[in-house]
């Protein structure tokens, strides 16, 4: 139906005139009729009503312009990347032939993880590189090489390293045992079991044993050890909820979905080859396809991947295979390793360090600055003033003071001074610093213990 050039005034309403009776019409008739009755009604809508000349009309109109340009461009993109997966940007995974996915050059790794901070050969040089990181401790390491000069010593030079070296023994032993801690935890973490497809038949298989390519099942209310692509579920229309507090933080649900290609085979005949992007940090997306004996590539995305440390809920099972295991998983990703942990206390304990620091360099250097002035005045005394004269207990006779010069002695004092008046900036302090939050953290967990303890008496 052809619509006419110009309408006379009042014009009847097009929808009214043009529209059959919806009896006598079937669906595709009817939607046929209602489409040039549609676009007159908008057509005469935008003939009558005058062009808006309100700026906040205008911007509103931009908008909503730009919004409806990024969403095009958006899934534009999604399906550009979805079709453009290239194979040198792409990993594959053979579903239920993890030997011929984990073949040269692959070589996926395994799935262990590891979340410690050392070894047994790293230990000493990175715990000490890490330590000196603090502005205190690379002062008592200057005043300690300091009492090595036999001009300068005003201690042994065991005294004068002491105390840093307790400070340093002690850090050491407190980072050593946390870190103990972190390999016993990996070391649960890893030996954890999980029912893994083997020669057709789910049996238990230790987490860090686990490889990509395998095929697992996940029961209620249990963790996942790896990200895996959901093949199927207990429910008939192949949907899992997973509890994603151990990722993001969230506690709500989500739902994730199988594929009904996947759903309709059983786990011991499926077959296949599973192309998904390399390993990123994206928990927010995933892309892939999978293609079941030949057939057609089938589309995946995050709605269809399940992440290790997510827990299975109000669902009986569910069956994945792995695509990403122990440190190429998402959840190791974006965790950057036990960090070394610098407290807003400590950084401002380092800047107050530097200001007494400071402090005491000027009062050594007014020192020394008095002291080169008293000493060109008397240098010719130094011989008979007690002071300047030493005993020499091997002979058994007094030796005169060693002149070096004014400039010479003006270095010593300071240098001396800056032993001397060491306890400016108490090594304690810094003892007490490392010792108070472990200590007071065991002390609370075991009153917490103690009253729960109690309660549940």
């Keep these: 139906m052809e619509l006419p050039a110009s309408l006379p005034d009042p014009v009847p309403s097009p929808i009214l005139k043009h529209s059959p009776s919806p009896s006598r019409l079937s669906r595709s008739a009817r939607s046929a009729a209602d489409t040039p009755s549609v676009t007159f009604a908008a057509d005469f809508r935008s003939r009558s009503r005058p062009e808006s000349t309100s700026p906040s009309f205008d911007s509103f109109r931009t908008a909503r312009s730009r919004l409806s340009v990024s969403r095009r461009s958006t899934s534009e993109h999604h399906v550009g990347s979805q079709r453009n997966l290239r194979d ?51 002062y008592f390491l200057i005043l300690a090489a300091l009492n090595f000069i036999p001009q300068l010593h005003v201690n042994s030079a065991a005294a004068g390293t002491a105390p840093l070296s307790v400070v340093l023994a002690v850090t050491a032993v407190k980072d050593a045992y946390e870190d103990w801690r972190r390999h016993r935890s990996d070391k649960n ?7 893994v497809l083997v020669d057709g038949v789910f049996r238990p298989k230790r987490w860090k044993e686990m490889q990509v390519g395998d095929v697992v099942r996940v029961v209620a209310n249990e963790t996942l050890p790896c990200d895996m692509v959901l093949l199927s579920t207990s429910d008939p229309t192949g ?67 399940m992440l290790r440390g997510c827990e299975l809920k109000n669902t009986v099972w569910a069956i994945g295979v792995a695509v990403y295991t122990g440190s190429e998983t998402k959840v190791m990703l974006n965790s950057s390793g036990a960090p070394s942990k610098r407290s807003r206390l400590e950084t401002d304990m380092n800047r107050e360090t530097a200001a007494l ?17 008293w000493l060109g005045k008397h240098n010719d005394q130094l011989g008979i003033i007690h002071f300047f004269r030493t005993n020499d207990y091997s002979s058994l006779q007094v030796r005169k003071y060693d002149w070096l010069g004014v400039g010479a002695q003006v270095v010593f004092t300071f240098l001396s001074g800056v032993i001397q008046f060491q306890i400016m900036i108490p090594i304690a302090l810094f003892i007490s610093m490392e010792m108070i939050p472990s200590v007071g953290l065991r002390l609370s967990d075991l009153i917490l213990g103690k009253e729960l303890l109690i309660v549940e008496l």
Aim: glycine share 4%; with cysteine; hydrophobic share 40%.
């Design 88 to 138: 040198e940007d792409a990993r594959f995974v053979y579903i239920n032939d993890a030997a011929c996915t984990n073949a040269p050059p692959a070589m996926f790794p395994n799935n262990s993880v590891r979340t410690t901070k050392y070894s047994i050969l790293t230990f000493i040089p990175r715990n000490l590189y890490e330590q000196f990181h603090r502005l205190a401790y690379v």
């Design 189 to 195: 973490e890893n030996n954890r079991s999980a029912s």
């Design 239 to 305: 949907v899992a909820y997973v509890q994603t507090i151990n990722l993001d933080g969230e506690s709500n649900l989500k739902t994730r979905y199988a594929k009904q290609e996947t759903m309709l085979t059983p786990p011991e005949a499926l077959a296949g080859v599973i192309k998904c992007e390399k390993p990123n940090r994206n928990i927010y997306g995933f892309l892939a396809t999978v293609d079941l004996d030949g057939r057609r590539a089938i589309s995946l995305g995050t709605s269809n991947i």
């Design 357 to 373: 620091a400071v402090i005491l360099l000027v009062l050594c250097f007014v020192v020394a600055l008095l002291a080169g002035i």
